[in-house]
């Protein structure tokens, strides 16, 4: 059974870094695509990043170019997401998620994904 841990959310101030970890068990994730979004409530789930299998290939949101950064560990079985310069409207709930099948592509889209996260709580204070 595929589980997902993301941590490192928190209260920070505008301008301030975060970096979340999310780390997966239950099969071999090094082979596997994955991704970050976030929810805020009365929102819709927004895609925020995408990563292959590899690292080799990753995509953002535009709201996170330039700020946010996808990576991943796969001796480790952790996928990351720093992100700088984080403004208020980043504030929201931030979700990693799994593909069942599929490495090399890159992923927008929720449905695309098929296990998930508890989530992370990410504040930012203006």
């Known amino acids: 059974q595929v589980q997902l841990v993301e941590s490192g959310g928190g209260l920070v101030q505008a301008g301030g870094s975060l970096r979340l970890s999310c780390v997966a068990s239950?099969?071999?994730?090094?082979?596997?695509?994955m991704g970050w979004f976030r929810q805020d409530p009365g929102k819709e789930r927004e895609f925020v990043a995408a990563i292959n299998w590899s690292g080799a290939s990753t995509y953002y949101a535009d709201s996170a170019k330039g700020r946010f950064t996808i990576s991943r560990d796969n001796a480790k079985n952790t996928v990351f997401l720093q992100m700088n310069s984080l403004k208020p409207e980043d504030t929201a709930v931030y979700y990693c998620?799994?593909?069942?099948?599929?490495?090399?592509?890159?992923?927008?889209?929720?449905?695309?994904?098929?296990?998930w996260g508890q989530g992370t709580q990410v504040t930012v204070s203006s």
């Open positions: 239950g099969r071999t994730f090094s082979l596997y695509g």
């Open positions: 998620a799994e593909r069942r099948f599929g490495g090399d592509g890159l992923y927008v889209h929720g449905n695309e994904y098929d296990y």
